[in-house]
Structures are given as C-alpha cells and as structure tokens.
C-alpha cells in the first residue's frame, strides 16, 4: 500500500494519475484541486466509487488556502486525518501554461510589458511556489518518500537553442524554476532518503490545441515541425493514459542512490524527450 498526493486531478493528466493510482484498491490517493465539487462530479461520472480516492480544495497561488488542507479538525490536519501521519509519494502536477500567450516569442510578449507580466508571474506561482508549499513533513514520514515534478522539454535549454523553440516563454521559464527547486529539495533532503525528480511527460492531448486560432494554429505547426526533426518517428500528442503509464514507470524504477535524485528527465528516463 502507498499514500499518494497529487495536485490538479480535476482533468487531463492529473485524473490520469488519479484513475490508475486508485485503480489499485491498497493506494491512499489524495487529490488536491480548486474546485472539488466539480472533481467529484467527475469522478462519481467516470470512476464511480472509489473509496480510496479523497479529494480535498487548495489553491496553488494562495499558501492559506493549502494550509486549509493541513488545517487541524479534531486536532489532526485532513491529509495526517486520511493516512495517519505520513505521505509516501507527491506528484505535484498542477500547472499553468496561458494560451494567448504560448505561441509568440520573447520580443513579441515584451512589446505588452504588464501582460507580459502578468503571465509571467502567475505561471510563477503556481507553477513553482505553489508546489513549493506542499508536504515534505509528511514525505519524511513516509516509506517510499519521493516527489515527483510534472516538469516540460521546453525547460531543456539545450533543446530551445538547438531548434530555436521560441514558443511558450512564460510557461517555460516557471518550468525551470520548478526543475531548480526540484534540485534544491535534493540538495536539502536526499540525505533522508527523499527522492526529487522532475519528469517531462511528452507532448499529451489535454485540449490546448482545441481552441487556437488559425494565426496560433500555424505556429503550432511550426513547433510540431520541429519536434519532427528532433524526433523522425514523433507522431503527435500522446494520450494521458499512455503518459502516465510511463511517468509512473520511471517514477517507480528511480532511486535516491542511482542518479536520479534532483534530475529532470523526461518519460523515457533520460533526456531524450520524444
């Protein structure tokens, strides 16, 4: 039996994890969203009753409201409440990538300086700050103690330069952020037995493509293109069930001792991203 807690599972990826986690009745999977009666709905709709999956109300930009899920009821927080005191993995998943603003390059997002901005600071908070406020106390508790970091290729720098990816700068540079907080949690906790690893997923069908204009649309084209290069045999998103099987397997088979604490890697462990 594992505890897990996994943020952002009202959709894509994040369900995914949910639904094979809990899909083994031993697993404690506890899912951290903003809106928990919508996830309900969902799981009752596609899952139906699981009692093993627990879903409880945060937000990742507002440190209060994740402080609500460890807020003490009878003299326990929910999560110590549902496994007894300890978490034995994190999968911190939830992210934030602005659609508007994924497809122009640097130059073009400086010339609307505030929104700009704005888009760079909130991909900021939640993409790393957030997932900075979680529950390593409970980690150390744990048995399996590793946390997992949905992490991006775009973040590889090496990759940006050799294909001149200029797409998606907000969201990328929030995701080297969290990849360097993944390394510092290393640096302070592999000593206990804590294993930090970011893991790219690949390119997954979760609906960003469903709503581009025909402008975006074309730039789209322009970043597949380049995958294809990188990758002859790239064919496209993946499904989530696919991206997540081998998330977990790479999760499953890393260890503190092999090399892997503190890395980013994508799901084919290494750093070959599709």
Same mark, same amino acid.
């Given at each position: 039996?594992?505890?897990?807690? #996994?943020?952002?599972?009202?959709?894509?990826? *994040?369900? !995914?994890?949910?639904? @094979?986690?809990?899909?083994?009745?031993?697993?404690?999977? #506890?899912?951290?969203?903003?809106?928990?009666?919508?996830?309900?709905? &969902? /799981?009752?709709? !596609?899952?139906?009753?699981?009692?093993?999956?627990? /879903?409880?109300?945060?937000?990742?930009?507002?440190?209060?409201?994740?402080? !609500?899920?460890?807020?003490?009821?009878?003299?326990?927080?929910?999560?110590? +409440?549902?496994?007894?005191?300890?978490?034995?993995? /994190? #999968?911190?998943?939830?992210?934030?990538?602005?659609?508007?603003?994924?497809?122009?390059?640097?130059?073009?997002?400086?010339?609307?300086?505030?929104?700009?901005?704005?888009?760079?600071?909130?991909?900021?908070?939640?993409?790393?700050? %957030?997932?900075?406020?979680?529950?390593?106390?409970?980690?150390?508790?744990?048995?399996?103690?590793? $946390?997992?970091?949905?992490?991006?290729?775009?973040?590889?720098?090496?990759?940006?330069?050799?294909?001149?990816?200029?797409?998606?700068?907000?969201?990328? /540079?929030?995701?080297?952020?969290?990849?360097?907080?993944?390394? +510092?949690?290393?640096?302070?906790?592999?000593?206990?037995?804590?294993?930090?690893?970011?893991?790219?997923?690949?390119?997954?069908?979760?609906?960003?493509?469903?709503?581009?204009? !025909?402008? @975006?649309?074309?730039?789209? *084209?322009?970043?597949?293109?380049?995958? &294809?290069?990188?990758?002859?045999?790239?064919?496209?998103?993946?499904?989530?069930?696919?991206?997540? +099987?081998? $998330?977990?397997?790479?999760?499953?088979?890393?260890?503190?001792?092999? *090399?892997?604490?503190?890395?980013?890697?994508?799901?084919? %462990?290494? +750093? @070959?991203?599709?």
């Amino acid at each position: 039996m594992s505890s897990y807690l #996994i943020t952002g599972v009202s959709r894509g990826i *994040g369900f !995914e994890f949910l639904r @094979q986690l809990s899909a083994d009745t031993t697993n404690i999977v #506890i899912g951290l969203v903003r809106n928990k009666d919508t996830t309900d709905q &969902k /799981i009752a709709a !596609e899952l139906g009753p699981r009692k093993n999956i627990h /879903i409880l109300q945060a937000d990742l930009t507002n440190y209060a409201s994740i402080k !609500e899920s460890k807020k003490p009821t009878m003299g326990k927080s929910e999560v110590v +409440k549902i496994t007894g005191g300890s978490l034995d993995i /994190i #999968i911190a998943n939830a992210g934030f990538m602005n659609p508007d603003s994924a497809w122009d390059p640097i130059g073009v997002l400086g010339e609307q300086p505030e929104r700009f901005e704005a888009d760079l600071l909130y991909a900021f908070r939640v993409n790393v700050i %957030g997932n900075i406020h979680l529950f390593m106390p409970l980690i150390l508790k744990g048995t399996t103690k590793k $946390v997992h970091a949905l992490s991006s290729a775009m973040a590889d720098d090496k990759f940006a330069l050799d294909y001149d990816l200029a797409w998606n700068t907000p969201m990328t /540079i929030s995701k080297v952020g969290l990849n360097t907080a993944v390394a +510092k949690f290393s640096a302070q906790y592999r000593e206990h037995g804590v294993l930090s690893l970011a893991i790219c997923p690949g390119m997954v069908d979760v609906g960003h493509f469903d709503k581009l204009t !025909e402008a @975006q649309l074309v730039k789209g *084209g322009e970043m597949l293109g380049k995958f &294809k290069t990188y990758a002859s045999d790239f064919a496209g998103a993946r499904k989530p069930e696919d991206a997540v +099987k081998d $998330v977990l397997a790479v999760l499953d088979k890393a260890t503190v001792t092999d *090399g892997s604490a503190g890395t980013f890697v994508s799901h084919f %462990g290494n +750093k @070959q991203w599709f």
